[in-house]
């Protein structure tokens, strides 16, 4: 009896251990006891303006992500983040939300629209002037919002207000890069829409930076509310109940669009999700023991996203294509979706399809090799004509030197046919034109003779 006690008593002492730890984790993430009020507020406020040195700063951090951008360099675009002043009227507008300001929140949207405005005009100055005009894969990343944009905003804005409102801020600085990161690269290719007059990417970045600021808004509004921040006090009591009217509808307004276009967010990726793992696995089988998909496409929309699946082989059924269907809808979660699949209409063996490919190639690499041989000839004859010429040219000189009196001289190889005979052969054959146009046969033969033991040959003819 005496040696089960102890035994009966650890799962007891277990829990209370890990209730004490749980209690202890509690107190050290607790936030209200550090919160610094006042300088919280003060900080933020200082940080809404936008003018003097900080509309500089922002301009030229603007122009180093633009080049970042470009040129496709991840270590440029966070260099400019490291110097960008963008969360001072995102976090203001936040606060001012949370605390009921009325002229916090309009000092915060007047210089949130010149702190666009300024970061347009930077970046569209830019892209126009530059020589480099092709879009990028960091600017095509930052046209089309994604779930895990919401999730950089919403978590860097978290991170931002919680360290803005500790009495030591040991990490504001790396808080706020945070918060950049999600809010420059898109003002940038909002920039590069404008100049190259592409709207649809001007709109989608704008769509993405419009989201990014509401969640680093949202967050720093529900941290203000969590930590219990003051809310601003007003003499006239109906003029604080007018301005908590006021901001509650603005409020409804800007959350209402927001919330839809996240849901939105959620929906198409998991839809990618989903359709990636279902194309993906649905390979693995039998209905596509003897076929071969080659391409997928995705393509998403609120009622009735679609797959389109190329398959080569053997045709499916409509049976076939009915059940991949329904196991897409009931196993994969894509209910509302349309699976398309495109057929060749030809039966190809898949075990074949290595031979067939490699025939391809061995008749690529026959007609590689008539063309190299076409090639050759042709250089080869090319060489001869400029050698002929070049001996030509030789041969009158040394002719002009011995009759002066021969006004013009021709030598080329000649390709004759007897059409009696039906024999053909190639003679060299030389022009001769002399000043007083009369004849010269003895001069004539002579030139015959020498221009023989010249060319190395035995018959030669003479044209007048």
Avoid at 350 to 371: A, S
């Amino acid at each position: 009896m005496n040696s089960t006690a102890p035994k009966e008593k650890q799962p007891s002492q277990f829990l209370k251990k890990m209730r004490y730890w749980f209690k202890r984790l509690l107190q050290l993430m607790q936030l209200k006891e550090d919160t610094d009020y006042e300088a919280t507020i003060d900080n933020i406020t200082k940080s809404v303006t936008f003018q003097g040195m900080n509309l500089w700063i922002l301009f030229f951090a603007i122009i180093v992500a633009s080049v970042g951008l470009n040129v496709n360099s991840t270590a440029v675009i966070i260099g400019a983040m490291l110097i960008s002043p963008l969360m001072g009227p995102i976090n203001g507008l936040g606060l001012a939300i949370g605390i009921f300001d009325e002229e916090l929140m309009r000092k915060s949207l007047t210089n949130l629209v010149i702190m666009v405005v300024i970061s347009l005009l930077a970046s569209t100055l830019y892209f126009f002037i530059s020589p480099l005009g092709d879009a990028q894969s960091e600017l095509l990343a930052r046209t089309n919002p994604t779930l895990y944009d919401v999730f950089i905003a919403f978590f860097g804005g978290s991170a931002g207000i919680v360290a803005l409102s500790r009495k030591n801020q040991p990490i504001a600085v790396i808080s706020g890069v945070a918060i950049a990161t999600a809010l420059m690269p898109p003002l940038c290719t909002a920039g590069y829409g404008l100049a190259t007059l592409q709207f649809r990417y001007f709109f989608g970045a704008l769509y993405l930076f419009f989201i990014n600021s509401f969640f680093i808004a949202l967050s720093t509004f529900l941290f203000v509310r969590y930590l219990g921040f003051p809310e601003t006090r007003y003499v006239d009591q109906k003029r604080a109940t007018a301005v908590k009217r006021i901001i509650t509808i603005f409020t409804i307004i800007v959350i209402i669009p927001s919330l839809i276009a996240a849901i939105n967010m959620i929906r198409e990726t998991a839809f990618h999700t989903q359709a990636k793992k279902f194309v993906t696995e649905i390979q693995e089988t039998p209905y596509f023991e003897n076929r071969q998909v080659f391409n997928v496409e995705r393509k998403f929309s609120r009622t009735e996203p679609v797959i389109t699946m190329s398959v080569v082989g053997a045709p499916l059924t409509s049976a076939d294509i009915t059940e991949i269907q329904q196991t897409m809808r009931t196993d994969y979660g894509l209910k509302n979706s349309k699976l398309v699949i495109k057929q060749t209409g030809e039966t190809i063996d898949i075990t074949k399809q290595n031979e067939i490919i490699e025939n391809m190639l061995n008749k690529k690499d026959e007609v590689i090799q008539h063309q190299d041989s076409i090639i050759q000839s042709l250089r080869s004859k090319v060489s001869d004509m400029e050698q002929s010429q070049s001996l030509s040219t030789q041969i009158a000189k040394e002719l002009y030197v011995q009759y002066p009196d021969l006004a013009d001289f021709a030598l080329e190889t000649i390709y004759y046919s007897n059409p009696q005979t039906g024999n053909s052969e190639t003679i060299p054959t030389v022009y001769l034109k002399w000043k007083d146009g009369n004849s010269h046969k003895q001069a004539e033969e002579a030139i015959v003779k020498w221009l023989k033991v010249r060319l190395e040959v035995a018959e030669l003819k003479v044209i007048h």
